[in-house]
């Protein structure tokens, strides 16, 4: 078997992964291919984490925008949104025969367990998948830094965040032909430059806890397999020579 780069990831989806492009709800077949992609990095014997956005259902500040939905209230409503979307990828990794636990940071007991870290810990030494859902259980906080604290709580060895393309263009790629993708980045030059690929607090909290972050494409069968391996395509944010 080939031998991965990491030990334990955490992945990081946006609810969009979800549905079809340009879509909302959940599709059936794009969580199996997301799954399924999942499942070729569990079958290396790496753990796996993973945290996923719920804007295929709710936005919170969107939905207080035009409505009398106080934002906060708009954001409770997404961290519930996630805690479906956690629950729609277990069953169907289940069906893949991946055993899978959902932990959120909002009590709902009767259809996940609450975050406790040292269980989460524990899960995944077992060869569970972890999906993190609810956030951080506040509002104003982006699932993006989400990802990051929980990747810095269960030590996870990358943090690999999925893009609709293959890494940190020089340019958006669908707007400008001669966009290049940019094989590594620093986690200052990710700040500094305004990148927007993650929220400035996600990067913060990588950069103080040496995590690497990896950007990626899901929509590229077998990639983030062959990433864990050191290979694929993407684009590495990390320490670098700072």
């Known amino acids: 078997m080939p031998k991965a780069k990491f030990q334990r990831v955490m992945l990081k989806i946006s609810g969009e992964g979800l549905c079809k492009a340009g879509a909302t709800g959940l599709d059936g077949e794009e969580i199996r291919r997301l799954a399924e992609e999942i499942k070729l990095v569990v079958d290396l014997k790496v753990e796996v984490g993973v945290v996923v956005g719920g804007g295929n259902l709710v936005r919170g500040s969107a939905i207080a925008k035009d409505s009398p939905i106080e934002e906060t209230t708009g954001h409770y409503m997404g961290m519930l949104a996630t805690v479906i979307n956690a629950l729609a990828v277990q069953d169907t990794l289940e069906s893949l025969g991946v055993p899978t636990r959902v932990q959120s940071a909002l009590a709902i007991e009767s259809v996940c367990e609450r975050f406790i870290r040292r269980r989460a810990i524990r899960h995944l ?26 990747a810095a ?83 590495l944010i990390h320490a670098g020579r700072e």
């Open 153 to 235: 709580e269960v030590r996870a060895g990358a943090l690999l965040k999925a893009t609709k393309v293959d890494g940190v263009y020089t340019a958006d790629p669908v707007k400008d032909p001669l966009a290049t993708r940019m094989e590594e980045l620093t986690y200052n030059d990710v700040i500094n430059r305004r990148l927007g690929i993650m929220d400035v607090s996600a990067i913060d909290l990588c950069q103080r806890n040496g995590i690497p972050i990896i950007v990626l494409s899901l929509k590229r069968p077998g990639n983030m397999r062959a990433v864990v391996l050191g290979e694929g395509v993407s684009t």
């Open 125 to 150: 030494e077992k060869g569970r998948v972890v999906i993190f859902a609810g956030g951080t259980g506040n509002p104003f906080v982006t699932t993006d830094t989400g990802a990051a604290l929980r």
